[in-house]
C-alpha cells in the first residue's frame, strides 16, 4: 500500500464548478501537509500549505486536513481553464527535513 | 530572478553511458532534492541534502549518486544508467526554516535506450 493516495483521474468539469481534490494517507505521524500545482511540461509550483488538521483558504483556493480521517482535499471554486493542472498532494512528517512523500496526481481539465 | 535550473532539459543516452544532471539554484537554500516523475507513480525522492557535503536516500536510490560540494549545486549521477531509468526528473530546493517551499527546476526528460 501507497503511504499517499490520489484519484489520477482525468476530472473534467465546466468553467464555474468547484472542483474538489482528495488525498488519503496511512502515515499518522505526517504533520505537514502540501498541494503543487503542474502544468504540463513545467516543474511543480507550491498552492497550499497546511499543518495539523483543519481549513485554510487562499483566494478560491480551500485546503483542509482531518487527521483523525487521514484525508485531505483541496477545493477549488469558481474554476477557470487556467486551473487545468495536474494537482498533486504531498506531505511530511516533521517541519523543514526536505524529504516528502507525493501523491501520484490528479489531471484536471476546466472546460470553458 | 529567483529560481533552479537543471541541464540538460532533454538527454537521450545508451545503458551504461554514464552521465550527469547538473542542478543550481540561487536563491541560497539549505536544502535541495532529485524527485523522479513517471506515470502512474507520481512524484517520487531519489536523494535529497540538507546542507553541504550532507546527503541522505529519498524513497528510490538505487543507481543513482549525488554530491553537494557547494551550496547552490545538486548534481545528480548515473553511473551505468538502465531503461528504468527513463523518467522525468526534477530537481528542488528550499529553505531550512519557514514553510517547506520546495522551488522546482524546470525538469529534464531522460531516455536511456
Known amino acids: 500500500q501507497k503511504e499517499v493516495e490520489q484519484d489520477p483521474g482525468p476530472l473534467s468539469v465546466p468553467e464555474g464548478a468547484i472542483v474538489s481534490l482528495n488525498c488519503t494517507y496511512s502515515n499518522s505521524a505526517f504533520q505537514y501537509f502540501m498541494w503543487y500545482r503542474q502544468y504540463s511540461r513545467k516543474g511543480p509550483e507550491l498552492l497550499m500549505y497546511?499543518?495539523?488538521?483543519g481549513n485554510k483558504e487562499d483566494g478560491r483556493f480551500t485546503a483542509q486536513v482531518d487527521k483523525s480521517s487521514k484525508y485531505i482535499s483541496l477545493f477549488i471554486r469558481d474554476s477557470q481553464p487556467s486551473d487545468s493542472a495536474t494537482y498533486l498532494c504531498?506531505?511530511?512528517?516533521?517541519?523543514?527535513?526536505?524529504?516528502?512523500?507525493f501523491g501520484q496526481g490528479t489531471t484536471l481539465q476546466v472546460k470553458p | 530572478e529567483a529560481q533552479v535550473t537543471q541541464n540538460p532539459r532533454y538527454l537521450i543516452t545508451v545503458t551504461g553511458k554514464k552521465l550527469t544532471v547538473t542542478c543550481s539554484q540561487n536563491?541560497?537554500?539549505?536544502?535541495m532534492s532529485w524527485y523522479r516523475q513517471d506515470p502512474g507513480l507520481g512524484l517520487r525522492q531519489i536523494y535529497y541534502s540538507m546542507n553541504v557535503e550532507v546527503t541522505d536516500k529519498g524513497d528510490v536510490p538505487e543507481g543513482y549518486k549525488v554530491s553537494r560540494k557547494e551550496k547552490r549545486n545538486f548534481p545528480l549521477i548515473l553511473e551505468s544508467p538502465s531503461p528504468n531509468q527513463t523518467s522525468l526528473y526534477f530537481c528542488a530546493s528550499s529553505l531550512a526554516s519557514g514553510e517547506e517551499t520546495q522551488y522546482f527546476g524546470p525538469g529534464t526528460r531522460l531516455l536511456v535506450l
Open positions: 497546511t499543518y495539523s488538521s
Open positions: 536563491m541560497n537554500h539549505e536544502y
Open positions: 504531498a506531505m511530511s512528517g516533521r517541519r523543514n527535513t526536505g524529504k516528502l512523500i
